[in-house]
DNA sequence: CTCGGTGCTGAACATGCGTTTAGTGTGCTG
DNA sequence: CAGCACACTAAACGCATGTTCAGCACCGAG
């Protein structure tokens, strides 16, 4: 039933009692409300995320390529909805998911420094939350910018995003992007010696 | 009068009205409808946009830091705020903004790649639209995850912001993320030689 | 069969929206 | 002063929304 709700927040509860071939009156009877409505499709999505992950985490946890990436979205299409809704609205489910990733991601990128593949960074935690809220957003605002005609083709719409973006994704994250490295030295200048004494 | 419309586009406009000081029958009958009043906003903000690029121009195009990024930022405020809820909402306005910055993007990056200052890359205009969804989304998602309590912070928070990603982001510029070039070389080989026929 | 509970519905209600309309003042023109 | 256009408003309309209410049909228990 919470597949319903990703055909938008905004939307009338009379549309998604007409998916669900119930009367409107019905799913507010049951409910309670469309707010508690949509607090509870929140935790079941927020729920149906934990166990993708655990599923995720059965399979193979190392050799995952991203055709098996893309396999876990079309698997969990409706999910995948749910959140780009979510993440473009706000909301405790774009919070709580966001936060979550944030942590796995920094763990990830511990292992992988400590693994010898991916490089140290001076502050782990804020590379982590960049690279996060890099990725999430450019898919968010690709598809808020040109969103699919028809919400049933978006994990082609994902799956076309990510094989565009994978080439300069990979390049920058290996190769970088500046040829030297003036503007790094130069910022890390900067903080150990701030010139000015007006921020902390 | 368009800075008023930045309190969100779903606003009712009875309240842009009182914003306005004047009755909501008036604002209706002045633009025909809410529709176009939109539109009218959005043409102002595109025309303001090319003036402050222009207006940035003419100041020193060269020595330009980061501070004079945030200066304009702060000399543009409701325009900043205008087009974040474009970009979160979708629109035309969205739209052509960001298709400008991807040329300009493209621009940048072909002039800094000759000046030897960037590396060059496999796909340019991959790259730009890469980095500046990244840039844009990331900044977008960061809004709408933890939105500032009073709208008028937005620019420190813009500030803010931008602080915090700025190493992350000129660490992964200039360094990179991943040690090795495994995952870049085996996407090259990936691509020259598909294994599977599926896809062209 | 009757009773009561339960899942469910159609019609109504209140609210907020964009928009329309009739009308009012105000100032400019003759 | 008369006439008129114009900026503007108060009140209403039509519509869509979330929500409520009275009642309907079913179904197991007595």
């Known amino acids: 039933m919470a597949r319903f709700a990703a055909e938008g927040f905004g939307a009338p509860v009379r549309a998604v009692a007409a998916d669900a071939g119930v009367s409107p009156a019905l799913v507010i009877h049951h409910f309670g409300s469309k707010e508690r409505l949509r607090h509870e499709c929140d935790q079941h999505v927020l729920a149906l995320i934990r166990a993708a992950k655990n599923e995720n985490i059965g399979r193979a946890a190392e050799g995952k390529s991203f055709f098996e990436a893309f396999a876990t979205v079309e698997r969990h299409a409706p999910l995948v909805g749910y959140l780009l809704r ?16 944030l942590t796995d991601s920094e763990q990830y990128t511990a292992a992988a420094v400590e693994a010898g593949v991916a490089r140290p960074s001076r502050d782990e935690r804020a590379r982590a939350r960049y690279l ?25 719409y994902v799956r076309r995003f990510f094989t565009e973006s994978y080439l300069p994704m990979i390049e920058l994250y290996t190769e970088g992007f500046l040829a030297d490295r003036r503007m790094l030295d130069d910022y890390l200048l900067y903080v150990s010696d701030p010139p000015r004494g007006e921020e902390s």
Do not use: E, I, K
């Not at 996060?132 to 082609?156: E, F, I, K, R, Y």
């Open 132 to 156: 996060t809220l890099s990725a999430l957003g450019a898919l968010l605002l690709s598809v808020t910018l040109d969103p699919p005609a028809d919400p049933a083709d978006l994990t082609a």
């Open 86 to 101: 979510s993440l473009q609205a706000g909301g405790t489910v774009a919070r709580s998911f966001v936060d979550q990733m």
